[in-house]
């Protein structure tokens, strides 16, 4: 039984041993290497084709060599089938995919609506902070008591120098954020 199951086992690592031999293998226009099991497009050149499927030229060839040396001709000849263009697997690409463009462009969109969300968030806030920053300068300039808490949590009523003080910060919140 555990023979079997060796068998078994041993024939999948076979066939998947073959399927990966089915690989292109080469570098894009980004210089990126780029692994697929279609041809590459027509625009890469051949000398960036690193991989193509097939039998590896450390394996055995059933080809029959020549038993002579061969003549210029042969050599021509022989040579020709290298260098024949790669036939394509696939239609040649029209160029733009409207998809990803339609994608991208809904992603510009959306961000572009996330900053004004933002920008209009930042804005209310600053003119909330504005409109409290004057109504406590008009507190303080209007001669009223008023009182805070100090670090003990006690409450204290604000002197003159201390009412000052507070005055001077907070015209200096609106000079520099209400405009």
Known sequence: MKLAHLLILGSACLLGATAVQAQWQWVDQNNKKVFSD???????????????PGPASSRLSFSPAPAAAPDAGSVQAAAAPAAAPRPASSPKPTGVDKELEEKTRKA???????????????????????????EGKAAMDSGIRVARLNAQGEREIMDDKMRAAESQRLQSLIDSDCK
């Open 38 to 52: 279609q041809a590459p497009p027509p625009d890469i050149p051949d000398k960036n084709i690193l991989r193509r």
């Open 108 to 134: 510009e969109e959306a961000e572009k609506a996330r900053q004004a969300a933002e920008a209009q968030k930042v804005a209310q806030a600053k003119t909330e902070n504005c409109k409290r920053a004057r």
